[in-house]
């Protein structure tokens, strides 16, 4: 059975730094590109970063993120990790991770029609 958590949302005041997990079994991690996605209450859910399958040697990021937030994947723990830093009270949304296999990345995987695997979500709320 394939399982995808997010993980390590929280409360946090603006400028200050999360880091979220996305944790996987039932599935060979290393096949699937990924992406983080976000979703504020009343608004679209939107592309924030995606990293490629196998060794991810491409990513992408959203211009709202850029130089804030790294993506990275371990293959060995099975985990793909969005790092954010000097957070901003507009990235307050529930962040999600999605998996499309054999996955690059590009501008048009910030798309949520190109994945089909999906997380439950995580909380993040900066506050001002």
């Known amino acids: 059975q394939v399982q995808v958590a997010e993980s390590g949302g929280g409360l946090v005041q603006a400028g200050g730094s999360l880091r979220l997990s996305c944790t996987t079994s039932g599935l060979t991690f290393a096949t699937y590109g990924w992406g983080w996605f976000r979703q504020a209450p009343g608004k679209e859910r939107e592309g924030v970063s995606c990293i490629s399958w196998d060794t991810g040697s491409a990513t992408y990021y959203a211009d709202s993120v850029k130089g804030r937030f790294t993506i990275s994947r371990d293959n060995a723990e099975n985990t793909l990790y969005l790092q954010m830093n000097s957070l901003k009270p507009e990235d307050t949304a529930t962040y999600y991770c999605?998996?499309?296999?054999?996955?690059?990345?590009?501008?048009?995987?910030?798309?949520?029609?190109?994945?089909?695997?999906w997380g439950q979500g995580t909380q993040v709320t900066v506050s001002s």
């Open positions: 999605a998996a499309d296999n054999y996955a690059g990345c590009s501008a048009t995987k910030l798309r949520t029609s190109q994945y089909n695997l």
